[in-house]
Structures are given as C-alpha cells and as structure tokens.
C-alpha cells in the first residue's frame, strides 16, 4: 500500500489549536489531540480523494483572546494552503459563538474598530512590499528610508495615504524630506491629530506648512501628547488664539515632557525675578524659552551678564522685553562680542549700560559691523577710534545704523554753516542726532534762528536741542521765560522736568549748570546737587535703589 503521508503543524496563538493531520489513501484523520480552548475534537465534513480538499470544523471554546478572533458574530476563515504530494488543499472552518448555538456574551474588554488587513504569510508580505516599494518609486517617492517601517498589507491604502496628504497640500518633495509619515494611518493617526489642530485654531492654509516643520505630530497621540501640552500653554495665560502661533515657532514643543525642561526654566525664570505675568507674552514672542535647558544655557548666561554689571533686576526686565537673547550662543557670540566692543574703544565700566539699552548686540555679527562703521565715522565725519567708543557707550544702536540716513543728517548740518569739527563734537555729545527727523530738525532750527536768536555755538554746546518736541517743549519754555525776563543756557532751560522747571521759574535765583543726575549700573541713583535741597526729598529716596537704561533724566 503506498503510503501518502503529510504531517502539518497549524498554530494559532490566539485560539490556542494545534490539530495534527495525517491523510492516507485519500481519506482524511484528525487526531485526538484537542485545542486548549476547544470544547471538543474537530470533526470530518467531507472526504478527500487525491487532489481534492477537505473542510475541518472546530467549535472554539470561552478563551480571553477570543475576542481577538471573533469579529461581529461572523465566520473567519483561516485558509491554510499546503502544498501536498497530490496537490491537495486543507481548509479550516472556525464558526462563530451564535452559529455554535451558544448563548451571547459580552466580551471582557472593548476593543476599538479599525480596519482589518489581510492575513498574510511571510512571503506575501515580502510580495506586498516589493509592489507598493515599486509604486513609490513610480510617483517619485524613495522609499529606503521604509526598509524597517511597517507598511500596510495592499498598495491600496498607502495610495490612499499619499492622496490624503497631497490633498492636505504636501507635495512629493515634503514626502521625500520625511517619508516615514507614510506609516501613520488615515483614520488612526492623520484624521485625529488634523482635527485637532483645527479645534485648536489652525487654518486650512497653514497645516501643509506646520507639517514641513514638524511631521513628526502625525505620530502623535492627541491624549498623550497634544493636549497636555495645550494645558500647558493655557496654565501660562497663553490665549487660545495664540497657541496656533506658539506651535508654528516652534513646534517641538510638542515633543517636550511637561515635568521636564518647560517647567523648570519657568520656574528658573520667575526665581530670577521675572513677573509670573510676563511668562505668558514672552512664550507668544519667544516659544523657545521653554525649551533651553536651565543648567546648560540660561544660568551660565544670567551670571555671566551679572558678571558684566547688570544687575538681576535690570537682566529680569531685559528678559521680559526681550525674551531671545536666552537664544544666543555664550561662547560663540556673547562673549566674542563684548571683547570686540571692548576694542573697539567701549570701557569695561560701561559694557552693563550698552548691554541693558541695545541687547540685541550680543547677538549680532558684530565686528565686521564695528570696522565698517567706525571707518565711516573716521572718513565722513573725522570722529577718531576713542571717540567712537563714547557714541557707542551713549548710543549702542549706532553699529546697526545704515550710512544713507547717517550722510543725510551730516549734510543738513553743513549746510546750516556747521564745521566738520563741529558737527563731530555734537554727534560725540548727542549720538541721537543721527536717527532724528530731518524735518522736525529743520523746523526746530528755523525757530532757534528766528526766535531764539542765539548763535550756533549753543547749539554745538547744546546739540540735544534737536531732540526735542517744538511744540511742546521747546516754544512754550522759551515763552515762559521770555515773559519772564530770564536769560538762560539750552541746557538749563529744555533739560529738566516739568515740576523742576516749574521751581526754577518761581525761583528769585538761578541754579548753577551743573551736570545731571550720574548713576552706574547696578548702583543707586547719586545725584550731584548742593545741600539746598530739602531733607524731605532726602529721605524719600533715601530707602529707594534706582537703576535706569539710559543717561538721561
């Protein structure tokens, strides 16, 4: 008798079945051998003769995987293609719980609906992938990168993935910069987090470039990961409005631990000084705050500028405005720029008052700007290399200060019959001169010419004339102290407030022109005047440190 054996081991992990089969002589055995999970041995339906296929049925007993295998009370079909030595086919056919008879149950857990692929083996997968690597190529897309990424078990749905995101507004070449956002399904991962983003405030128009940024959120879990960082935002007394705007700066936010680097550099932050209030304005300006690291960027910055002079309230009220420079390189910018102003003629002293009015400057280019603009000084208007130190100390704004407005003013003064010499000595005395209307300093001069009828020396004595308001200042003092019968300097009479003024007119005295109130950074408000003022006013500043910006009072 010739002997046609097959032997076939079919396992199941999840329904636990592992029949052994022996086919002689065209008849078909099923062993005694029983599933874990089963309730009884599968049974025979039909015979095989060679070259036919024969039909097994197994009831599948109450297991906790189960529901893996059970899908809407109908019949799976697991098909089993043996190559035998006649050809021969073996089908297994696995009826669901209401066709077995038994009663309804609801399943221990609920699992989520998503959509089922097909069942494939090891070589149709190894098919799959080859046909849908070919179809990438064929649009355009490379798809080395996939080599380990999952891909979906028919070229249909990765179709249906590149359609959705050239729908969205990608194009191939933003595929071609991260194609692993092939691997996020449609409904599972792309619909969710779009929609998200779109309750958030996103427009339409802004999502393809949000995703040229930052892809990766296609990965991400709208649970886990987007909204707590949204409550995040909000605990910040970030509006609503603005958070699609934080997220477009600087979408890796998304990827940071809450308990992490966001929130210890604002806890930094407000220890420093900085108003819990402020926090919120200056991550709407400047969102990359919260994600400097604290012990490797902003405390080596903070006390290398206290190092410098500025003292931590002054430095608290610079990161509120000007959130950024937490962003600029300490080694690489920072302190190569303070060593070119240092050459350049700025004294040690004066580094805090420069940085504290202009501190964009530490972030700058900054001595290529200093060379060109100090042979520019030297050449147009004769100022030498020390005193293009004291304009920068007065004006640090000056190393960004294009040359065609510089000229223009330059020009305005000699054609009034100032000398270069002159003109040197008032831009080294009043560096604002260089940034003040040309009109407004036309009007100003015609007044000076024919109201105030003084020679130009008081001017170049007093160049912060220009600087002030005509209308406001300048005519209405003049006109008070006409009536008044009082001759006086500029200076004397447009170089103080308005209560002070008010006290040198109801004087029967002239103060003496000395220089205003003198102040170094970090250090309290001196003033140089004579014990005639009185003690009250002495004693309210006595308990009061002042620090300012700038020179003037």
Not at 267 to 278: K, T
Not at 428 to 434: E, F, G, R
Request: glycine content about 6%; aromatic content about 10%; overall charge neutral.
């Amino acid at each position: 008798m010739a002997w046609m054996k097959w032997r076939g081991d079919f396992c199941c992990r999840h329904l636990h079945i592992i029949p052994v089969f022996t086919m002689m002589q065209g008849k078909t055995y099923v062993s005694d051998q029983k599933s874990v999970g089963a309730t009884s041995a599968p049974q025979v339906s039909s015979e095989s003769s060679n070259g036919s296929s024969c039909e097994i049925n197994c009831n599948i007993g109450r297991h906790p995987f189960e529901r893996n295998c059970i899908l809407s009370k109908r019949t799976l079909f697991l098909t089993l293609k043996t190559r035998m030595l006649d050809g021969g086919n073996v089908a297994f056919r696995v009826p669901s719980r209401a066709a077995s008879g038994e009663p309804n149950k609801i399943p221990e857990f609920q699992m989520p609906t998503v959509t089922w692929g097909v069942v494939q083996g090891r070589k149709e997968k190894l098919v799959s992938r080859v046909i849908i690597c070919d179809y990438l190529r064929s649009i355009g897309i490379v798809p080395d990168e996939l080599e380990h990424l999952e891909l979906p078990s028919t070229v249909d749905v990765m179709r249906e993935r590149v359609d959705f995101l050239q729908r969205l507004g990608l194009t191939i070449d933003d595929i071609n910069q991260y194609p692993l956002m092939l691997g996020c399904s449609v409904r599972k991962n792309m619909v969710p987090v779009l929609d998200y983003l779109n309750k958030l405030g996103f427009q339409k128009q802004e999502l393809p470039s949000f995703l040229r940024k930052h892809p990766q959120v296609l990965h991400a879990s709208v649970i886990v990961d987007l909204v707590p960082v949204t409550k995040f935002l909000r605990g910040l007394d970030i509006e609503r409005i603005d958070i699609p705007v934080v997220l477009q700066k600087y979408p890796e936010l998304l990827e940071f631990k809450l308990e992490g680097t966001m929130s210890t550099s604002v806890a930094y932050l407000v220890s420093i000084g900085v108003n819990p209030r402020d926090i919120g304005p200056m991550v709407t300006h400047y969102p990359q705050i919260l994600g400097t690291r604290v012990g490797k960027v902003i405390k080596p910055i903070v006390a290398y500028l206290e190092n410098l002079g500025l003292p931590k309230q002054v430095l608290a009220r610079m990161i509120e405005k000007r959130p950024y420079i937490l962003g600029y390189d300490l080694d690489e910018l920072m302190k190569r720029n303070v060593e070119s102003l240092c050459s350049f003629g700025v004294r040690r002293e004066a580094l805090a008052s420069v940085i504290a009015q202009y501190p964009q400057i530490l972030g700058l280019n900054l001595k290529p700007k200093l060379t060109s603009q100090q042979y520019f000084f030297n050449f147009n208007i004769k100022i030498g290399p020390e005193d293009f130190g004291r304009i920068l100390e007065k004006m640090p704004q000056v190393v960004s200060l294009p040359h065609v407005p510089i000229k223009k003013r330059v020009e305005f003064f000699r054609g009034r019959g100032f000398s270069d010499e002159d003109i040197a000595k008032m831009v080294v005395s009043c560096p604002q001169l260089l940034v003040v209307n040309v009109e407004l300093m036309k009007r100003s001069f015609y007044y000076f010419k024919t109201e105030i009828k003084r020679p130009l020396e008081e001017l170049v004595e007093f160049p912060s004339y220009f600087t002030y308001s005509l209308e406001f200042r300048i005519k209405s003092r003049f006109q008070r102290m006409s009536r008044k019968g009082i001759r006086c300097s500029l200076g004397w009479m447009l170089n103080c407030s308005d209560q002070r003024f008010e006290e040198r007119l109801e004087g029967n005295y002239i103060e003496n022109e000395d220089v205003g109130p003198s102040f170094s950074m970090g250090g309290p408000l001196e003033s140089p005047r004579d014990a005639v003022d009185s003690e009250e006013e002495d004693e309210e500043i006595e308990d009061e440190v002042f620090y300012r910006r700038t020179v003037s009072v």
